[in-house]
């Protein structure tokens, strides 16, 4: 590894952690990213190993396609595959649903450090990242709780 301070045994839980929190994300684009640039390197350094083809679990528009299962350490992952690996790899066929990873305890935000220092990652833009889109709708009206002045001045009352 080139990272001496990341074994491949914190990678593949910063993976894992990441691949978890990505299948229940409100929009996952990220976590896929840096997931498959991660063990896109890790291949390339050799330090995982692809295994093969499995048919997916969650068909795109009805069509059957397959993801290349990757093991790194102990953890299995799948990515999408090139097409060479349909070339060059055993078709697995179906996913067995008694597999599980080794469980693992990570937070999201410590498997995100140990990944991007790995990818050597920057955010472009870290206050657009962190930023929330500000809630709106036609209907929205915010709340003047704690905003009224007390005592109310004597000119607003009309008796």
């Not at 229940?24 to 890790?42: G, M, R, S, W």
């Not at 528009?61 to 070339?87: A, G, M």
């Amino acid at each position: 590894m080139d990272d001496k301070s990341i074994s491949l045994s914190e990678l593949a839980k910063a993976l894992y952690t990441i691949n978890r929190h990505a299948k229940t994300a409100p929009d996952p684009k990220h976590l896929y990213f840096i997931k498959k640039e991660t063990i896109k390197q890790l291949l390339q350094k050799k330090h995982a190993i692809k295994v093969g083809l499995h048919f997916s679990d969650h068909p795109k528009l009805s069509n059957q396609h397959s993801t290349l299962l990757v093991k790194v350490d102990n953890y299995y992952f799948h990515i999408p595959p090139t097409k060479e690996d349909f070339k060059e790899l055993e078709h697995l066929g179906t996913l067995d649903q008694d597999f599980r990873n080794p469980r693992t305890k990570m937070s999201l935000s410590q498997a995100k450090k140990i990944i991007y220092r790995y990818i050597d990652w920057k955010p472009k833009n870290e206050s657009k990242q962190t930023r929330r889109k500000q809630y709106t709708s036609s209907y929205y009206t915010p709340s003047s709780l704690g905003k009224m002045e007390w005592p109310p001045k004597k000119a607003h009352r009309n008796y």
